[in-house]
C-alpha cells in the first residue's frame, strides 16, 4: 500500500467505506429475518393469552393451532365498554367465556406487561406478566408460575363493585409489585363498562 | 497444534479472561443466575469474539490508527447487532431472557482487549484461534458460575428441579442469595482463590 494510511482523506475515506459495507449488512439481515421476528412475537402473544385463560400446554409449535380452535372471538371496546370498530381496548374472548384483557405498565426499570383472563362471573382465570428489564430474581419473579398462579379464583367486584384486586406481593420487589398493582387497578378501571354489563346482578351478594 | 494449544488452550486456564485479566466480570454476574442464559452468553461472546478477532486482523494494514478504536466498535457492533437479531428469528425464549445483555456484549472489555492487544499485531487465523480461546475462557467461567447459583439458589440446573423433594420436606431451604448478583462475584473470588492456590506462580509478589 502506498498511500498514507494515517492522511485525512485517508481516514474519511476509510470510515464512509466501512459506515457504508455495515449498514447495508444490517439493513439486509433487519429485511430478511422480520417475518421470522414477526412470528415469534404474534406466538407470544397467543402463548400469554391462552396460558392466561388457563389452556395448558401451549408452546411456540401449536400456539397458532390452540389459538384457533380457542379464541372463539376478539374485537375493540370503546370506553363505554361496547364492541366498537374505532375503540382503543383489545378484548380476547377464549373458549366463548372468557375474557382476556392485555395490560401495560411501569415496572422499576421498565415496561411491564400482562394479561389476566376473567370468566363472565368476574372470576379471575389466570394471569400472566412480563417484563423488558426488571432485576432477575426479584421484580423478575413476576414472571414466575408462583407469583402468576396466586391470582386465580380471585373476584374482580367487592360488594358488587369492581375494586382493586389484593396479592402478596415480592419480597425485595416493592416497586415492581406496586407496578403490577397499578398495572392492574388501571386495566380493570379501563374496562369498568363492560364487565358491569357482563353480569350486572350475579355478584351481588 | 502446539500453536493452536496455546492459543486456545491456555485462556481456558492460566490466562483465563475472567480469573486472570479479570475482564467481564459486569456480564458474568448479570447473567449467571440460571445455567441456560450463561450457556447463551458464553456462545454469544465466543462466536463475537473469534469473528471480531478474525475481521480485525483482516483489516489491520489498512486500519488507520488513529481512528482504530472507533473501525473496532463499528465492527463488534456490527456482529453484536446480527447476533441479536438471528436470536430474536430463531431463539425468541433466549432472546427475551438476554434482551439488555446481549446489546451489552460490545462493552465486554474481553472483546475489546484482545482486539487492541493481540488481533491488531496477529494473523487472521492466529487472531481467530486467539478469540475462540477466551471466549471460551469466559463461558467456562460462567457456567460454573451459573452451575451453583442455579443449584444453590433455585434447586435447579437448565431448569429442571435436581433437589428432590425430600429435601425441602426435611427442611433444606434454597439460599434466595445465591440468586443476587454480589453472590456472583463471592464465587468468582473463590474461582481464583482456588486457582492461585493451585498454581502459586500466578500470585503477585508480597513485596
Known amino acids: ?205 | 497444534m502446539s500453536n493452536f494449544k496455546k492459543l486456545v488452550i491456555e485462556p481456558l486456564r492460566k490466562t483465563n479472561p475472567v480469573t486472570v485479566l479479570v475482564l467481564g466480570i459486569c456480564s458474568c454476574l448479570a447473567v449467571t443466575a440460571q445455567l441456560k442464559p450463561a450457556l447463551v452468553m458464553g456462545a454469544s461472546v465466543t462466536v463475537v469474539t473469534a469473528l471480531s478477532n478474525f475481521i480485525i486482523s483482516l483489516l489491520r494494514k489498512g486500519i488507520p490508527s488513529r481512528i482504530r478504536i472507533i473501525v473496532q466498535l463499528v465492527v463488534v457492533a456490527a456482529l453484536v447487532i446480527l447476533i441479536d437479531q438471528f436470536l430474536k428469528a430463531f431463539a425468541y425464549d433466549v432472546s427475551k431472557q438476554l434482551s439488555v445483555y446481549v446489546g451489552l456484549i460490545i462493552t465486554n472489555c474481553i472483546i475489546m482487549g484482545r482486539l487492541e492487544a493481540f488481533a491488531l499485531s496477529h494473523g487472521p487465523w492466529e487472531s481467530f484461534l486467539d478469540g475462540l480461546g477466551n471466549g471460551l475462557g469466559y463461558s467456562l467461567i460462567l457456567v460454573v458460575v451459573a452451575f451453583f447459583r442455579e443449584l444453590l439458589g433455585s434447586g435447579t440446573l437448565l431448569g429442571y428441579q435436581v433437589i428432590p423433594q425430600s429435601f425441602y420436606e426435611a427442611g433444606y431451604m434454597n439460599n434466595g442469595l445465591m440468586i443476587l448478583p454480589p453472590m456472583a462475584l463471592i464465587i468468582v473470588g473463590v474461582i481464583i482463590w482456588i486457582q492461585r492456590t493451585r498454581h502459586p506462580e500466578m500470585q503477585e509478589n508480597q513485596n
Open chain 1, 1 to 205: 500500500m502506498k498511500k498514507d494510511i494515517n492522511s485525512n482523506g485517508y481516514i474519511f475515506l476509510y470510515a464512509t467505506i466501512l459506515i457504508v459495507v455495515v449498514a447495508v449488512l444490517l439493513t439486509a439481515a433487519a429485511i430478511w429475518l422480520k417475518p421470522f421476528q414477526d412470528t415469534n412475537k404474534q406466538n407470544e402473544k397467543r402463548i400469554n393469552i391462552l396460558r392466561a385463560a388457563g389452556i395448558a400446554n401451549v408452546n411456540a409449535d401449536n400456539a397458532a393451532e390452540l389459538y384457533k380452535l380457542h379464541c372463539t372471538d376478539e374485537f375493540l371496546l370503546d370506553e363505554n365498554g361496547r364492541p366498537n370498530n374505532n375503540g382503543t381496548l383489545p378484548l380476547f374472548v377464549i373458549d366463548r367465556e372468557i375474557s382476556v384483557i392485555p395490560m401495560k405498565g411501569k415496572g422499576l426499570w421498565g415496561p411491564i406487561s400482562g394479561f389476566i383472563a376473567i370468566d363472565t362471573k368476574g372470576n379471575i382465570v389466570g394471569a400472566n406478566f412480563d417484563h423488558e428489564s426488571e432485576t432477575p430474581g426479584l421484580g423478575g419473579e413476576i414472571t414466575t408460575e408462583k407469583f402468576q398462579s396466586q391470582f386465580k379464583g380471585k373476584q374482580i367486584r367487592k360488594n358488587g363493585q369492581i375494586a382493586p384486586i389484593e396479592f402478596d406481593a415480592i419480597t425485595g420487589a416493592t416497586k415492581t409489585s406496586n407496578g403490577v398493582k397499578e398495572m392492574i387497578d388501571n386495566t380493570l378501571e379501563k374496562y369498568k363498562p363492560f364487565f358491569e354489563q357482563l353480569q350486572p346482578s350475579d355478584a351481588m351478594k
